[in-house]
RNA sequence: GCGGGCGUGGCGGAACCGGUAGACGCGUGGGACUUAGGAUCCCAUGGGUAUCCCGUGAGAGUUCGAAUCUCUCCGCCCGCACCA
């Protein structure tokens, strides 16, 4: 008998043999069920942290369960590897961004190996590799080609930390999702993705996703914010100009008294050409982010007038800041009695209030946005506020001042950067010809690498003048190439398609692979991708979907959104330093004692509060496990004995079925454990090795396959297994085994506990009744009191229920 | 402010459909083995004025029966926050 488990042997040894055996390689196999099985790929920031032990344990577990079970797997792993802090690392340290990469690829491949993935490991792609970004320069030229990327000219947000444009989602709260730098308002031409022509069916394909928390589904359904309305025009006074305003509240069109507009609209520019103190206004107003403006609001007259579409009346014409640029018509209808905003507003500016929905009461110190009774409107005096918002809408129409319209909060999404370490955008700018895409066959458009780091002025790559110096792909005139290359969100947004044939050369994934695999059966990890990641990859299967490279409209079909790890009651970071390094674990507890750790102490989708000490409790666990069955294997064989643990084997495996399907992994190791317990009670009353106790040991090391794929396989291989456990079937349940021979049912006395009985499954609740009567205590408890009535449970309780 | 989630022993957490609250682990106490042990094994471990009573943030309600359902309140966490 081998003395003592020793991890860091036996875990090397059976990583190194896996990766022999090719293991976890796998390949379309139609005879088969498939199972795609995806852990949100990491950033090679070159150091594993225990988030990502945490993302990648659960996921094994699931690949590993569903292995077992006679699914075909394809558990693939990668790399996120462009982005900024590679460009740091150049400009702080002198290390090409590049080299760094590569060697924290490297150093992170080899941590996340001790882990003893179940990975097919031939699968693995780095966005920063040419074979990989020539097929999403390939996608950017598609969504070109179908009117899906464009440039233009808007107000972007600007993080000056990053020296950077950035998407919309990416600037959440106005501060920069990666640095958290407040971010200013810039105007720039940029590249844009038409995420908003899909805006309607991402939202409407959410509820497809039962399979998704619904948390993540509703922040998804507040961010793409569709709402319904009426777009109309009023014509400025005196130029008769138009001027469109969009309204969710057609109803309280008669409530006007002003109109407001964003310091981006072009009238209020004119209007600033000719009043320097508007001019400035408008500058700072424009240049201020999402959080500066909430502070209060503010604006100032245009000293034009417009007329009501209905009433004729005339309101004057504001800017304002509250008013954003980019939605609706950047104009809105000011209605002070009926909305917050407009009436903080005509508080601080003294404007006209006036009430045309009567609620319960008259209007009080606040706007009524509620519904009520129609008032000051006109022909629509007396109605219900929601009938008149039809009424209104039907009139604006009739006499077409307006349309019934439908906006989204959703943006188009900025996807330029002006940063060296992303993907080139494949695109050349010709005096002659205009805005041309490279080519596919002249893709990929490669990423220089000779460029100064310099870490001022703009982007390397402006200045590496033999990248930027082109001919014409159309006219072969000489042009000049786009120097901003891709959010790095665009290389995320199709890589579950590239794992399916990472090598083809000529497409960027195969069809019939594709066709097989996706879509991703359960997908795994951090909540904070809820609107990013996870939004952008919808978009981009849908156009995938389109251009008929697929045929699934949604990616991934369930999702798991893993917690945090805690220590300290904080999340587990530098500044914090309260880091626990997985490197260190691993080395002083094993592989496995980590993983079964992290699968025990909290549900998945909570947080883990990392404990050092029930670390030891886990190493401890998986000790006892080694000493049972290696003390026990070489044992002579009694011929019976045991028929007790190995029904207690057969409900174990019963119950971590059921908690692996609802990834409940804290009770299904907890399950195993009271079978070990059990085990051990059994060998402490003198139990002998008998072929009942064996078929128990074997049971127990098929359930831990999934946690412990190491300590597993070395005792497999212990009780007599040629081939790996991994391989094995997943053990089922005899039926009959599982069945108690006697159920403990409760006896109550007005609802209160008062005996528990060992009665026999099944009984009949009269004879459940008969027996709790019977009962001494019962009959203590109720002391001569009249019985009412008495409620049974068969095989759980019984009520009895006095006068 | 709006939306969502969560409050259970000293701690992490169980209790899946309204039916025996506290599985499993950590910690703690005790015992065994031992030259010794912080190794290992076993036992105990919600609280109390203990044949009984009280206990799932507080209070009410529904029910034969509530951690679980409903309402009010308190606390913590997360998301959104001028989207007209």
Avoid at 322 to 350: C, I, K, N, S
Avoid at 388 to 393: D, F, L, Q, R, S
Wanted: a neutral charge.
């Amino acid at each position: 008998m081998e003395e003592r488990y020793r991890p860091g042997e036996l875990e090397a040894k059976w990583q190194r043999r896996w990766e022999e055996q090719g293991l976890y390689r796998c390949a379309v196999d139609a005879a088969r069920p498939k199972f795609y099985c995806l852990e949100m790929f990491p950033y090679p920031s070159g150091k594993l942290h225990m988030g990502h032990v945490r993302n990648y344990s659960i996921g094994d577990a699931v690949a590993r369960y569903h292995r077992m079970r006679g699914f075909n797997v394809l558990h693939p792993m990668g790399w996120d590897a462009f982005g900024m802090p590679a460009e740091n690392a150049a400009i702080a340290r002198g290390v090409h961004p590049a080299r760094w990469t590569w060697d924290n690829i490297a150093r992170m491949r080899s941590q996340l190996k001790e882990l003893g993935l179940s990975y097919d490991w031939e699968r693995e792609v780095a966005t920063c590799h040419p074979g990989y970004y020539r097929w999403t320069q390939w996608l950017f030229v598609l969504l070109y080609r179908r009117g899906l990327a464009y440039r233009k000219r808007a107000a972007v947000n600007w993080c000056p930390r990053c020296a950077t444009v950035l998407a919309n989602e990416q600037a959440e709260g106005g501060v920069c999702w990666r640095c958290g730098t407040e971010v200013v308002q810039k105007e720039l031409e940029q590249w844009f993705f038409r995420i908003t022509a899909h805006a309607e069916a991402l939202r409407e394909d959410l509820a497809q996703l039962s399979g998704w928390p619904e948390r993540v589904r509703t922040m998804q359904e507040n961010w793409i914010g569709r709402s319904e309305g009426v777009e109309l025009t009023f014509r400025v006074a005196g130029t008769g100009e138009e001027l469109a305003v969009f309204t969710t509240r057609p109803d309280t069109l008669y409530g006007v008294t002003f109109l407001a507009l964003a310091p981006e609209h072009p009238l209020a520019a004119r209007c600033a050409a000719a009043d320097p103190s508007l001019a400035a206004f408008l500058a700072q107003a424009g240049g201020e982010g999402a959080r500066e403006r909430s502070l209060d609001k503010r604006g100032m007259p245009l000293g034009m007038r417009a007329v009501h579409p209905v009433t004729g009346e005339e309101v004057p014409l504001w800017v304002a800041n509250y008013v954003l640029t980019g939605y609706g018509t950047g104009a809105v209808m000011g209605v002070p009695a009926h909305d917050q905003r407009d009436f903080e507003f005509a508080r601080r500016y003294g404007l006209a209030i006036r009430e045309v929905i009567r609620g319960e009461a008259p209007l009080g110190d606040a706007a009524y946005t509620g519904p009520g009774r129609m008032i000051n409107s006109g022909s629509f005096d007396g109605m219900p506020s929601e009938e008149a918002w039809e009424a209104i809408a039907d009139f604006l129409e009739r006499r077409g001042l307006g349309r019934r319209q439908v906006q989204y909060r959703l943006r188009d999404w900025l996807v330029s950067r002006q940063r060296y370490w992303g993907v080139p955008i494949p695109i050349v700018y010709c005096p002659r010809c205009g805005t041309v895409p490279v080519p596919e066959e002249a893709l990929p458009v490669l990423l220089p690498e000779e460029v100064r780091f310099t870490g001022e002025g703009p982007s390397p790559l402006v200045e590496a003048a033999g990248f930027v110096q082109t001919t014409c792909p159309s006219c072969g005139g000489p042009a000049r190439r786009e120097t901003d290359t891709m959010d790095t969100f665009i290389c995320s947004s199709w890589y579950y398609f590239r794992y399916v044939s990472p090598r083809d050369a000529a497409r960027p994934f195969d069809r019939d692979e594709a066709a097989y695999w996706l879509p991703v059966d359960q997908y795994i990890g951090g909540i904070e991708h809820a609107v990013l990641h996870l939004l952008y990859s919808r978009f981009i299967t849908k156009v995938l979907r389109d251009e008929g490279w697929t045929d699934v409209a949604e990616p991934f079909r369930n999702l798991l959104t893993q917690g945090m790890v805690i220590k300290d009651g904080a999340k587990m970071s530098k500044s914090k330093g309260n880091v626990v390094s997985p490197e260190e674990i691993v080395a002083r507890h094993g592989a496995d004692t980590a993983r079964l750790f992290i699968l025990f102490a909290a549900p998945p989708e909570k947080d883990l509060e990392w404990s050092d000490r029930a670390v030891e409790g886990a190493a401890r666990f998986l000790q006892r496990v080694w000493r049972l069955v290696q003390g026990m294997k070489d044992q002579p064989s009694a011929a019976t004995g045991g028929e007790e643990l190995l029904r207690a084997a057969h409900r174990t495996v019963r119950r971590v079925s059921e908690d692996v399907e609802r990834f409940s992994f804290n009770t299904a190791v907890a399950a195993i454990m009271e079978l070990v317990n059990a085990a051990y009670a059994y060998r402490e009353a003198g139990g002998d090795r008998a072929p009942a106790v064996d078929r128990s040991l074997e049971l127990l090391t098929l359930l831990l396959a999934p946690f412990v794929p190491h300590l597993a396989e070395e005792l497999w291989e212990a009780l007599g297994h040629e081939e790996s456990v991994h391989l094995a079937a997943w053990p089922a349940y005899d039926p009959d085994l599982v069945r108690e021979a006697t159920v403990e049912v409760a006896v109550q006395v007005d609802g209160k506990l008062r005996d528990r009985l060992q009665l026999p499954p099944g009984l009949h609740t009269q004879e459940m009744e008969r027996r709790a009567l019977a009962s001494e205590k019962v009959r203590h408890a109720l002391g001569g009191k009249p019985v009412r009535r008495v409620v049974a449970v068969p095989d759980r309780l019984v009520n009895i229920v006095t006068g």
